[in-house]
């Protein structure tokens, strides 16, 4: 049974801390994306991979850090110098590096007070 | 101003009655996505069109590449169709992002 899977669906921390936010996938897919979506707002893309070892900013980058040390894994680290963290957190992939088709996973909704 | 505008926001409808949202955008596009948010949070891929018009049971989605326009048709709609409504286009100078439009929030009423 192939999908995206996020973990957890609800995280809650403390104004300061670091906290990691997991996106595992067994679609075999190469690419990987991070979004923020905010009430109102458009996603707006935090990070993406399209290669294992490597990966590029996305347009809110600032106050995040990802890394992606296998295929199936592309952790989120929401860090303490991101000014407004309390948002859901989207992760998606696809086969490629090219956007024709993304499938996302469930998200974290991460509240930070 | 948003490079992909969704219209309306927000819609409300009797269960039955025939709905349309409306997507347009300003950027040059290789393809159009249409997506479905429920409430609770994940997202499912409905369409993705480059031309034309496609069908999946009661949902229509049409593009108009000249006029940079694409709708979202719901026939005989249905309480479990209530969902935000997701446009997002893939911009022809950069294949590796999706720009994404702010959502039409959809509810059903029996």
């Known amino acids: 049974d192939g999908g995206i899977t996020q973990s957890p669906k609800y995280l809650f921390r403390k104004e300061g801390q670091n906290v990691t936010l997991s996106c595992e996938q067994n679609l075999n897919h190469d690419a990987m994306y991070w979004y923020r979506q905010d009430p109102g707002q458009g996603l707006r893309l935090i990070y993406y991979?399209?290669?294992?070892?490597?990966?590029q900013k996305g347009d809110i980058a600032e106050g995040y850090s990802v890394s992606r040390e296998k295929k199936e894994s592309f952790p989120l680290t929401v860090t303490s110098a991101q000014k407004n963290p309390t948002a859901f957190y989207l992760c998606?992939?696809?086969?490629?590096?090219?956007?024709?088709?993304?499938?996302f996973g469930p998200g974290t909704r991460l509240t930070v007070t | 101003k948003n490079e992909v505008e969704q219209s309306p926001q927000n819609l409300t409808a009797q269960e039955g009655e025939f709905i349309t949202i409306n997507c347009s955008y300003s950027v040059g596009i290789s393809a159009l996505h249409w997506l479905q948010q429920h409430p609770g949070g994940g997202i499912v891929s409905l369409f993705m069109?480059?031309?034309g018009k496609k069908k999946h049971g009661r949902l229509i989605a049409t593009i108009n590449i000249q006029e940079k326009h694409s709708s979202l048709h719901i026939t005989a709609s249905h309480p479990r169709d209530s969902a935000v409504y997701i446009c997002?286009?893939?911009?022809?100078?950069?294949?590796?992002?999706?720009?994404f439009g702010t959502g039409t929030r959809l509810q059903v009423f029996p």
């Open positions: 991979s399209q290669i294992v070892n490597d990966f």
């Open positions: 998606a992939s696809s086969v490629s590096g090219r956007s024709y088709e993304q499938y």
């Open positions: 069109l480059s031309s």
């Open positions: 997002a286009v893939v911009s022809s100078y950069n294949t590796d992002k999706l720009i």
